[in-house]
């Protein structure tokens, strides 16, 4: 291979690799974003505020509340009203855990959901996709009872 011919293809290769290198997203930048948001929608409880909470859900939002999975952005809105009509929220949560795919379009945050006294009454799961627009809606969630956890108010989070 001439000398020509192999300066070119370096100077290719290392263009591609600086190119994929660039793309790359920033993970632990993503991850806080994620983070962010995840209390950012918390906060719609704890504010009171179902018009804010409905801004997170994405158009195609599943959420695995009672026994059948609800879908769809206004089908989730409509059922979880009723945790937004007492002054006080029935429950409130918090991630713990955020990590995000390399892709960065996908992520997952998990952690804590408490009773209005602050017990820990079960833990939440939930998947969120960056939309074209550069913010993240909720797209899956799902909430486990906490272990041992079987008194609950009728209002309260029974469905969680």
């Known amino acids: 291979m001439s000398r020509s011919k192999q300066l070119m ?3 290719m290769t290392l ?5 994929l290198i660039a793309q790359e997203p920033d993970l632990v930048q993503l991850r806080q974003q994620v983070e962010d948001t995840e209390r950012a929608f918390a906060a719609t409880m704890a504010d009171r505020d179902h018009g804010a ?10 959420f695995f509340s009672g026994e059948e999975p609800l879908h769809g952005k206004q089908q989730v809105a409509d059922a979880w009203k009723v945790y937004f009509e007492n002054p ?4 409130s949560w918090e991630p ?3 990590e995000v795919l390399v892709s960065g379009t996908l992520a997952l945050s998990s952690g804590p959901v408490s009773d209005r006294g602050g017990k820990l009454i079960a833990t939440f799961t939930s998947i969120w996709r960056l939309d074209a ?3 993240w809606r909720i797209i899956f969630d ?15 989070s029974s469905e969680l």
């Open 9 to 11: 293809l370096t100077s």
């Open 15 to 19: 263009l591609m690799a600086n190119t």
């Open 53 to 62: 909470f409905t801004s997170f859900l994405s158009n195609e939002a599943v």
């Open 88 to 91: 006080d929220a029935p429950f």
């Open 96 to 98: 713990q855990q955020v």
């Open 133 to 135: 627009s550069g913010n």
């Open 142 to 156: 799902k909430g486990n009872r906490a272990c041992g956890d079987t008194v609950r108010e009728e209002s309260d």
